[in-house]
């Protein structure tokens, strides 16, 4: 443990937080995918099987009930509790686009062929691009509530403090996973444009709007 971890963390909670009070106050999950929860769902799910079978400490116990708690909690929220509110018309991301690649690419490069190690590998590779179909609704749409992106941008930040994380391992236990390394980065890739918009706009109080697709 270190403190780029720790507040990686805290961020990744905030971010999970920020989301569900959003839809719990405003009654609403517009401009939510619910694609991109069920992705996360799914991550949680296939990464923290170990919690039958591997105790690493209680922080690490607790952080994982939390996550596994609140991204099904989410799901429920966006396809049962305000499922009239959901935009499915443009939360159109073709799943499988995602989820057959990372399937093909779990079995073929990950650290030991056993199912758990495939499911852990297989979650690295999909938390990368589960976001994808969250910045796609909201390339779609054009805008996205204040709210949302603050969600997004803690989101972003625990990827790059994940990435402080590595750095930090690597430098005083000479720790290095490619696997989550790689995965990390690609992740992170893809909210830099979100970044400079959140800086350039949100944070100036400006609504975060994009250039509509033709």
């Known amino acids: 443990m270190n403190i780029f971890r720790i507040l990686g963390d805290i961020s990744h909670l905030l971010a999970i937080i920020i989301l569900l009070i959003k839809i719990q106050r405003s009654k609403s999950c517009a401009g939510i995918s619910g694609k991109s929860q069920i992705l996360f769902a799914l991550v949680f799910t296939t990464r923290y099987l170990d919690l039958f079978t591997n105790f690493i400490s209680i922080y690490n116990t607790v952080m994982k009930v939390i996550f596994l708690l609140c ?7 966006i396809y049962g509790k305000f499922r009239k509110t959901f935009d499915s018309e443009n939360d159109s991301f073709r799943l499988e686009f995602l989820l057959v690649p990372v399937t093909g690419l779990s079995f073929l490069e990950n650290h030991s062929f056993t199912p758990l190690e495939i499911l852990w590998t297989f979650s690295i590779y999909l938390e990368s691009v589960a976001i994808l179909p969250q910045l796609f609704m909201i390339s779609k ?3 996205a509530e204040t709210i949302t992106t603050h969600y997004l941008f803690f989101l972003g930040l625990y990827r790059a403090l994940y990435i402080a994380n ?6 005083t236990e000479k720790f290095y996973d490619q696997i989550a390394v790689v995965s990390g980065v690609v992740q992170t890739i893809f909210y830099c444009d979100f970044f400079y918009l959140y800086v350039t706009k949100v944070l100036k109080g400006k609504k975060l709007s994009l250039p509509m697709p033709i």
């Open 71 to 77: 991204a099904y909690i989410t799901v429920y929220m």
């Open 141 to 143: 749409t054009g805008e």
């Open 166 to 171: 590595w750095i930090w391992r690597y430098h």
